[in-house]
């Protein structure tokens, strides 16, 4: 059972930076997509980017995901950035060959709010 934890969340001002860490334990299997999404409040999950070089258009331009197989960590860095990217960011993969498995259970996430 793979275990994910998220940090790299907090406060930032309309313009700035953050870079958010997806730790995975003990390891994200190669077939396996890696994939950020992100909540805020009242409205449903919505996937952000992942590392087929997918991206949320509103977040194009602004947000890069990386992934460090030795480390075992995902990476979203996130420039630019708006009130409403305002959430809390979740870390997950699928498997590549079976898209409707996930690589663990969601976890905590971790909150980014953008505010002057």
């Known amino acids: 059972q793979v275990q994910l934890v998220e940090s790299g969340g907090g406060l930032a001002q309309p313009g700035g930076s953050l870079e958010l860490s997806c730790a995975a334990s003990p390891a994200i299997p190669k077939n396996y997509v890696m994939t950020w999404y992100r909540q805020a409040p009242e409205k449903q999950r919505e996937l952000v980017a992942a590392?087929?070089?997918y991206y949320k258009d509103s977040v194009k331009g602004r947000f890069l995901i990386s992934r460090d197989n030795v480390k075992n960590t995902v990476y979203l860095q996130m420039n630019n950035l708006k009130p409403e990217d305002s959430a809390v960011y979740y870390c997950?993969?699928?498997?590549?060959?079976?898209?409707?498995?996930?690589?663990?259970?969601w976890g905590q996430g971790t909150r980014v709010t953008v505010s002057s």
């Open positions: 997950n993969g699928y498997d590549q060959y079976s898209p409707d498995t996930l690589l663990a259970s």
């Open positions: 590392t087929t070089n």
